[in-house]
């Protein structure tokens, strides 16, 4: 589908270490010129590790914008010069403690499409081994195991609402089959 907005012209409203907001004034497709807020931040890395007898792993997390503790996948931004691959090799060590010697890649997520720009990629890390974890500074993360069944119920019955691990947890679900 062709874009039916045409750009009048852009400005930084806000910028901020992981984000920005742009203002545009956009004629729509009635004619009318409106502005149009979008926020860009930091794209991201979601990783699902999954071990040879079916758990995975997960991190629960304060979250200080969503204002409790979230249950979801090794997840952080992707950083300059670095691929989304590698950011989610990084944030996999440096928060569940594991490396893994297969990953498959399953796409990207785009959480919010109507003023977010954020894509998510997503992975499966299988083949894993434990090292030490090295969380950021200020980071409090908990690992939890389970079955991946168990995890996808959670998430069914929303007690996981990180969008990228939902998405992640029932497209290995699927993947690998009942």
Known sequence: MQNPYRLIESREAYCARNFR???????????????????????????????SDGSVY??????YGVGRATLEAASGGIEPNETPLEAAKRELREEVGLIASEWVDFGHVDPFTTQLVSPNHIFLARGLEHVDSD??????IEVARMPLDEAVAMAM???ITHAATCVILLKVRLWIGS
């Open 21 to 51: 907001i742009r203002e545009d004034a956009v004629q729509r497709p009635n004619g009318v010129v409106a502005p149009f807020a979008v926020i860009e931040m930091k794209h991201g890395s979601t990783t699902l590790p999954l071990d």
């Open 58 to 63: 997960l991190v629960r997390e304060y979250k």
């Open 135 to 140: 969380p950021d500074e200020g980071e409090v």
């Open 157 to 159: 019955r929303g007690e």
